[in-house]
């Protein structure tokens, strides 16, 4: 989450002794890609009004989110028995991923992140979008692992980007229904973050300008104005949309509750939380300068994003001097021209972020260096970040404990989140996705019988689910039932032609039921599609 929604699926197909090959996209496949510029961050001409606001905002690191690949820095990283070796040749990069298996090239096709911190990588095989195992890390001006790749013994392009990772790194995107992490033929129209993420539809205000038809932030409700920081900044511990419902329905103007919910962890009496990449939003609400602001106190009184301040120092001093201008320091406090942010706010190692350190949103009075922080130790639980809509709070919760509890191994949280869910069960009959997240926890509880009729009715009301399917198959392979399995995993595969779970639980399968020719003949399906072909130097 952003692991909880960039599933793993090389766990599985680990877990199912069958590698399958991947390597980039083809040759042929980079030679006919559509030649799309790096997308404006102000496709509705903003600027012919607001020139200075969108000047500005081009220098944020929002307006850098994601972008095309280019030359890229070289560089090689070593874990344990792989290494993973970037170059560039004629305005392109690559990473060679080498282990005792051989050595696989990939093409690299965009970049995430806006690269004050560090550069994320993706490539696109076969319309599927894949994570590169490798980030640039700006502050150490050097490679290394990518966060949640740490631990792995052979690490591959084989970490899915899903809707969940790409909501907030780009400015729109074209995934397709159904699949975990396929993309139509330009993935992303609008390559970075826009104006309309966080003033919404410009389209009444184009037709006639006027300040009250277009979303001023500041000037919303506290829920509805710091839902447009939080879509972002504000991961939490889970995310569940409502029935129905995509992260990318959520408009500025809203509140994110009308869309999805946010659950954070409770931390137990005095223990630590965790430090997170993206927790910013969380920190600064539970700052008692916030506290005791009465709801004033919000991300833009210190950020403005069509400013990025050219003095830091000076510019973040001000802002906290709107408000402690007339505070009477003690004698040994540094002076009011002194560096705030550095002493109140300081820089932190984060468990989520690989190499990187960032601003602690705390605001403490005497900054203490948090304890070491273990998932699922010292927590009491997840709570709501604001209450979603009544109808839905124990569904939502429900499915939340579980999503959690699957992220974390816990079975605590897992049958919590099963045992909340059956008390809802009957109000939503037709949904699919609570059917789902039954579903697993009834496979991780080695209950198979119960998991298949809860996936059929999930696949029921979900027919397009390729990884539903998947999740069908493969609770009718743990019955026993193998052909049955086979069937909904060849299913599974019709819907997703790259499902590499679904392929891996099926060339499983087919040797298990003495079907060999049938294996090969899928391996070779998803290596033909994934092979790529070296260009010509």
């Known amino acids: 989450m952003l692991l909880a929604y960039c599933f793993v699926i090389y766990v599985v197909m680990m877990a ?151 909501f907030c790194h780009s400015g ?3 995934a397709v229904p159904g699949t975990v992490n396929q993309y139509d033929s330009v993935p992303f129209p609008q390559l970075s973050i826009g104006c309309d993420r966080c003033h919404g539809s410009p389209v009444a205000h184009l037709a006639h300008p006027a300040m009250g038809n277009i979303v001023n932030p500041k000037k919303l409700a506290p829920a509805a104005r710091d839902s447009i920081c939080e879509q972002c900044h504000l991961i939490g511990s889970a995310r569940v949309l409502n029935p129905g419902r995509r992260f990318s329905d959520f408009k500025a103007g809203e509140v994110l509750e009308n869309t999805f919910t946010i659950y954070h962890d409770k931390p137990s009496a005095g223990a630590e939380s965790v430090f997170k990449v993206i927790s910013h939003s969380e920190q600064l609400a539970q700052s008692k300068c916030s506290l005791g602001s009465g709801g004033k106190l919000w991300c833009g009184t210190c950020h403005d994003p069509h400013n990025e301040p050219a003095m830091p120092v000076a510019f973040y001093r001000e802002r906290c001097l709107l408000c402690h201008a007339k505070t009477p320091f003690i004698a040994s406090h540094p002076n009011k021209a002194s560096d705030c942010i550095g002493c109140h706010m300081p820089k932190r190692e984060v468990q989520d972020g690989g190499h990187g350190v960032f601003t602690d949103h705390n605001i403490q009075r005497r900054p203490s260096v948090p304890a070491p922080h273990i998932d699922g130790i010292n927590l009491a639980g997840i709570a709501p970040w604001r209450t979603p809509p009544a109808e839905l709070a124990t569904r939502n919760l429900g499915i939340g404990l579980i999503e959690t509890g699957m992220d974390r191994g ?15 069960q009957e109000q939503f009959p037709r949904d699919s996705e609570m059917y789902n997240s039954l579903g697993s926890a009834l496979l991780v509880g080695g209950q198979y019988s119960e998991a298949v009729r809860a996936f059929d009715l999930a696949v029921r009301f979900d027919p397009s689910s390729s990884q539903k399917e998947t999740s069908l198959g493969q609770s009718y392979l743990l019955l026993g039932e193998q052909t049955a399995g086979e069937q909904h995993l060849e299913r599974a595969m019709a819907l997703d032609r790259l499902n590499l779970s679904a392929a891996a639980l099926l060339i499983t399968a087919y040797d298990k039921s003495g079907h060999p020719e049938k294996s090969a003949q899928l391996s070779q399906r998803i290596a033909d599609l994934t092979q790529r072909k070296v260009i010509q130097k």
């Open 410 to 424: 816990s079975a605590k949280d897992i049958l919590s989140g099963y045992r909340t869910l059956t008390e809802v």
């Open 172 to 174: 729109t995107f074209s």
């Open 16 to 166: 199912s002794n069958a590698p399958i090959p991947i390597s980039a996209r083809s040759a042929e496949g980079i030679a006919n890609k559509p030649n799309v510029p790096e997308s404006s961050i102000d496709p509705n001409h903003c600027a012919a009004c607001h020139a200075e606001e969108v000047n500005g905002f081009a220098r944020s690191q929002m307006a850098r989110s994601m972008r095309i690949a280019k030359v890229e820095p070289v560089g090689i990283v070593q874990a344990q028995q792989t290494t993973i070796t970037m170059h560039s040749d004629k305005g392109s990069s690559w990473q060679t991923i080498e282990d005792r298996g051989g050595a696989v090239t990939y093409h690299v096709d965009y970049v995430v992140g806006s690269g004050t911190h560090a550069s994320g990588y993706i490539t696109d095989i076969g319309s599927h979008l894949f994570q590169s195992p490798v980030a640039y890390y700006s502050t150490r001006a050097s490679y290394g692992l990518a966060p949640g790749y740490e631990n792995k013994p052979d690490p591959d392009f084989t970490r899915p980007i899903t809707e969940g990772c790409v």
